[in-house]
């Protein structure tokens, strides 16, 4: 059974940078899928930013250029750099996995993508504000 654990969140001002870290056991980054999403309540979960098993990143628009995830395969672990940080990137960040290497595309950041995840981090708050 995988799991996830997600840290680093906190609040920061507009214009600083936080580092959120996804500690996984259970399954080798080396051959899994991972990333991030995000939630404000009221509004659908939003795929951020994902890593395939080979490395290759993908993001969503509004975090494109501020924004970077990597993985440690030696620490099984992903994080998520983010910097220039805006009050719109408040919301609680989620860490996800999955097998198919597919998943980790395009795929990760369109609408109602969460939905097919099934393997899940409890969540890191993260909030922007002056």
């Known amino acids: 059974q995988a799991q996830l654990v997600e840290s680093g969140g906190g609040s920061v001002q507009p214009g600083g940078s936080l580092r959120l870290s996804c500690a996984v056991s259970?399954?080798?980054?080396?051959?899994?899928?991972t990333g991030w999403f995000r939630q404000v309540p009221g509004k659908e979960r939003e795929g951020v930013a994902a890593?395939?098993?080979?490395?290759?990143?993908i993001y969503a628009r509004p975090v494109k250029g501020r924004f970077t995830i990597s993985k440690d395969n030696a620490k099984n672990t992903v994080y998520l750099q983010m910097d220039n940080l805006k009050a719109e990137d408040t919301a609680v960040y989620y860490c996800?996995?999955?097998?198919?290497?597919?998943?980790?595309?395009?795929?990760?950041?369109?609408?109602?993508?969460?939905?097919?995840?099934?393997?899940w981090g409890a969540g890191a708050p993260v909030n922007v504000s002056s």
């Open positions: 890593i395939d098993s080979k490395g290759h990143p």
């Open positions: 996800a996995l999955d097998g198919k290497d597919e998943v980790c595309s395009e795929f990760w950041v369109l609408k109602g993508s969460y939905k097919y995840l099934k393997v």
């Open positions: 259970g399954y080798s980054l080396e051959n899994y899928c």
